[in-house]
Structure formats: C-alpha cells, structure tokens
C-alpha cells in the first residue's frame, strides 16, 4: 500500500516585502483618509485582492485627474513619474514598495545621476521591472534571457541588477557573461535573499521528494520561477493557486510530495492546499494508516478530541484534590468544552471559509446534526453538574450561558454610534476568555468534592490548569494570524505579533512547569503530581520546534498539541491505578 507524506518547505509563503504591504493596506484605512486604493495590484495572489476589496481596497489601474483618497504604491515600486502625478492629482500617497526593490531602485537612481546605463535582468512586462526602468533616466535596459544582453546597444558605462524574484542560476550566467565580454561594468547581485533561500529549498527538496506542489498566482514571476526549478531537478511540478486546482488522480500514485510556495502566496491557502493532500491517501487506499488518518480527522473536525482532553485535564485536576468521583468532573468539562467549540464553529464561518474551508464545507454541511449535538451536550452537561451540587450547576449554566452570548451583541447599535459591540469584538479576548473557562470547569469545579483541598491548592491547580490551555490557544492564534489580520480579527498574536507571542507562551510555559513542581515540593498536590510538569514542558518542544521550523501547520501538528491533554488525564489515571 502507498501512503503519501507531505514536506512543506520552510521558506514557503510570504516574504518581508508582501507582508508589509498587505499589513500596511489592512492598516491604512485606520490611518488614512477614505477611500482607500492601491495603484495596480498589491501582490500577485488573487485571493488576497479579493479579500481586500471585500474590505473596500480597491484597485487603481490609472492615474486620475482630480480624486480625493489614499493610494497605496503596491510591492512591486512603480516608476518615480508616477508617484509624482498621484500626488498631483490630490491623493495622499503611502509607499508600500518592498524596501528590497527600493534598494534596487536606489542603486539605479545614484548611477544614473553620473551617466551609467542600467541593465536590469528580469522580465520587462512584471511590474517590478517597469518600475525599476523608470530609475534609469531614459537609459535602463531590461532583458530577460542572453540572446537580449547580446543584442543591446553598445553601451561602455553600465551597472547589472536584477529583478529581486530572479533565477539565482540565470543571474550567474549573466555574470559570467558581463565579466568576460564588459569587464568594465558593475554588477549588482540584487535577488532578494528570501528568494535565494526560497530557490535553494526547491532544489533540495526535489532531491528528496517524488513530486512538487508549487502554490501561488499565475502573474507571480518567481511562483513560476519555483516551477521552472523543480523541472529542471527532474521532477513533476504541480503549479496551483488553490486546492481546488489540484489533480488529485495525478498525485495519489506519489508517495512524498513536496510543497512550497510564492513569495505572494498567504500561509493559510498553502494549509488547505496541505489539508486537501493529506485527505488524499486515506480515499484512494484503505490501509490501517489510511483508516487511522481518517478517524483523527473526524475526531478533529467535530471537536471531540478537543474535548475529550478537555476531560482529560479535569480528569488530572480532580486527581490532584484527591477527588473520588473524578470521571463525574471530567464528564462536565468534556460536554461544556464540545457544546463551546461547536457553537464557536458554527457561528465562525466567515474566518473558517479562509482558514479552513474543509472544515467550513463540514459544518455548513452537517450543520444541523452538529448543532443537535450541541444542544445535547449542554442539557447533559448541566444534568451532570446538577448532580454534582447547586454551586456547580450553577456555576456551570452562568458559563454556558456567557460562552453562547460570545458572539451576540451585548448593547444595542443605537448606544454604539452605529457600531455593534460583542465579547468577541474585545481586542484579545478569545485566547484569555477561553483559558479561564476552561480553567473553571477544570480546576475550580472538582474542588467542591475535594476531601482536602484548599484555597492555595486551587490557586496553584487553577494557574497550572490555565496556563497550558492558554499557551494552546495562542498557538493556534499565531498558525492563524496572516487570516485574522485579513478578516479583522483581533487576537492576542495580532496584537502582539509571532514573536513577542512566542516568547510570552515560552514563559508561561516555565512558570506552568515549576509551578506544578513546586506544589507538589511544598505539600500543596501530591507527590505524583510531579509528572504533571510533562505537559507545559511537551507545549514548549512543540512551540520551540515550530519557531525553528521542525513542525509546520496542519492536522497532524494540531492533533499532537491537543494529545498533551490526553496524556495529562491517561498520567493521572495510571497514578490512581498505581
């Protein structure tokens, strides 16, 4: 039986440059007058410009006579003419140039000013290019293969650039070729050090694998570089934009594939992509890995496993307070946790349909049977903590009760000026708000049955508890954050930034982790508690491992980071077997 596997390249998906101009585009209309343009296309993603003009950026192909607005310069630079017009038209002009081809621009400018002829090595209609061209002072010459840099005029003071998404391999003949024919000429080796990285992961990753899926626009010169290469090495090269341009029947017979990127492509089309190749092996072969694939999935789609670690943290929790009916508690945080992803998932298309739209497809789908599933979860959540005692029930429907207000508005439009408030609207307030309930129904409920626990225990318990869902949480936040910037979700990541999140969940991750110890040192939870450490310790590989590149997005990545839950609850288990 052939099971595929996946290798996604490291350096796949934005580079610098894009990032911070679709940042500055998703920024501009807090910061600058309505409406807002962007003079030609941003970047070459079609999917990106969509969502942008969903959120009214719209593009301007020509320079107007008279408008008021902001206009944003895409990328790619456009020739210095055209900033000047805009800006004589009335418009306010916010740069956006990758500052990569802004050096390249400054190269050109400096030596045109002391007579130098420009030859810039790229494709003369890519919109870098013309930009570049229009640096050259009427003396700029593009060329895109040898036979063109033969063919120029003769031309005694010249400098050499490059298009910064150039073929490395293609600049160097061209060097070889100016060094041996013009050794006169300057040469500056201007292709963007994302892009050298980027092409030199293509052609190890074809040594390794036996077919490559290349993602990203049509327009994207060096998104079509990347196939160019991958051919050249001998292998087959899939060049998509979506996952729904992907042969499927093509690559079932492959068992690695490889799978990089543009440098316009956004991280979360190059996810579905993976998502929908990861799908693929357990629809065309019915082996055990196929069949183990297929019930992960379902488990991770439904929210299941989600909430069976959920239980299976309360399950530790109530372990740690000496609590006889711990599967009780674990019952209770088991269906509140399934009946709040759920609902969540239910109501969250409009972020799903980028980020996941397998799963969107699922539950727009099975809408119904979910939202019965739902419903039951709740009334046999509640029955469970009703047994439990009047402060759990209670304590659990304010909660249920909260969690389902999350996405409804809480003051009318007329009170907000015409602007709606929600929970969810709160900068930040997902990652936290999830946290603590789960730490509730975790770590506070369990304690009404505790023989001997105590304010301190329940403190320590509760931190410990909420500690590893929040670095959870985050996580998640940070997989997503190129798409909550898109649709204008304010997580803590967006807020923060992947770094500054990064390092934050590091920190909650030693603290959770010595606290636990600790405790357990001091009298605080019982010795075997100690084990408990296990869990902060295994988030803090899995974020380390993924800041280095070790563990890319997708299924497989979120299913082991909901695992550590498990784990937690089967620990707890063997040391009350014990």
Not at 224 to 250: N, P, Y
Not at 390 to 400: G, H
Request: positive net charge.
């Amino acid at each position: 039986m052939i099971y595929m596997k996946i290798m996604i390249a490291k350096t796949a998906g934005f580079c610098m440059g894009v990032r911070r101009g679709v940042e500055m585009a998703l920024d501009a209309p807090r910061r600058f007058a309505a409406p807002i343009y962007t003079f030609g296309p941003l970047i070459h993603n079609p999917q990106v410009l969509e969502i942008l003009s969903e959120k009214g950026i719209c593009v301007l192909h020509d320079i107007p006579q008279r408008r008021q607005g902001t206009v944003l310069i895409r990328a790619h630079g456009v020739p210095p003419q055209i900033k000047d017009a805009l800006c004589k038209a009335g418009m306010t002009v916010v740069d956006a140039t990758c500052p990569r081809v802004i050096k390249v621009q400054t190269i050109i400018a400096k030596y045109a000013r002391e007579g130098y002829a420009a030859i810039i090595i790229g494709d003369q209609d890519h919109p870098e290019v013309i930009g570049l061209l229009g640096y050259g002072g009427g003396q700029a010459y593009a060329v895109s293969n040898l036979s063109e840099l033969e063919a120029l005029p003769a031309v005694n003071q010249a400098i050499v650039v490059a298009q910064t998404t150039q073929n490395t391999e293609f600049f160097n003949q061209v060097r070889q070729w100016a060094q041996s024919h013009h050794p006169q000429w300057k040469i500056f080796n201007t292709i963007c050090d994302s892009t050298e990285k980027r092409q030199a992961e293509v052609k190890r990753v074809a040594q390794q694998v036996d077919a490559l899926v290349v993602v990203g626009g049509r327009d994207s010169g060096n998104t079509r570089r990347l196939v160019e290469i991958a051919r050249q090495a001998g292998k087959s090269a899939f060049h998509v934009e979506t996952e729904a341009e992907l042969d499927t029947s093509a690559l079932a017979g492959f068992r690695l594939i490889g799978v990089t990127a543009g440098a316009s492509t956004p991280h979360w089309i190059i996810r579905r992509v993976c998502r929908k190749l990861e799908n693929l092996t357990p629809d065309q072969h019915r082996s055990w890995r196929g069949m183990l694939h297929a019930l992960r999935r379902a488990l991770l789609m439904t929210q299941l496993y989600v909430s069976i670690g959920a239980g299976s943290l309360c399950y530790a929790c109530a372990g740690l307070y000496g609590v006889e009916a711990m599967g009780r508690y674990a019952l209770i945080a088991f269906l509140y946790v399934l009946l709040m992803h759920i609902v969540n998932n239910l109501t969250g298309q409009k972020t799903a349909r980028y980020t996941d739209p397998d799963k969107a497809a699922f539950y727009c789908r099975y809408r119904w049977p979910l939202a019965l599933l739902a419903g039951l979860s709740g009334i046999g959540g509640l029955w469970a903590a009703w047994g439990a005692g009047l402060w759990v029930f209670s304590t659990l429907l304010v909660m249920s009760i909260l969690g389902l207000l999350y996405d409804v508005r809480v003051l009318p439009t007329r009170m907000l000026a015409g602007r709606s408030l929600k929970i969810k609207s709160i900068p930040g307030s997902k990652t936290i708000l999830i946290s603590v309930a789960w730490g509730v129904v975790a770590a506070v409920l369990p304690t009404v049955a505790a023989p001997f626990g105590s304010w301190p225990a329940t403190a320590v318990v509760f931190v410990w508890a909420t500690g590893i869902v929040f670095i959870r949480t985050a996580f998640f936040d940070i997989l997503d954050l190129q798409t909550d910037r898109i649709v204008g979700k304010e997580t803590l990541a967006t807020l923060l930034g992947e770094k500054r999140t990064l390092k934050l969940l590091y920190g909650v991750a030693v603290v959770g982790a010595v606290l636990i110890i600790g405790a357990c040192a001091g009298g605080l939870a019982p010795s075997w508690g100690c084990l408990l450490a296990v869990a902060p310790m295994a988030m803090l590989v899995i974020l380390r491992g993924y800041a280095h590149g070790r563990f890319l997005p997708g299924m497989e990545l979120e299913f082991w980071v909901e695992t550590q839950f498990i784990f937690v609850g089967l620990l707890a288990l063997a040391a009350r077997l014990i």
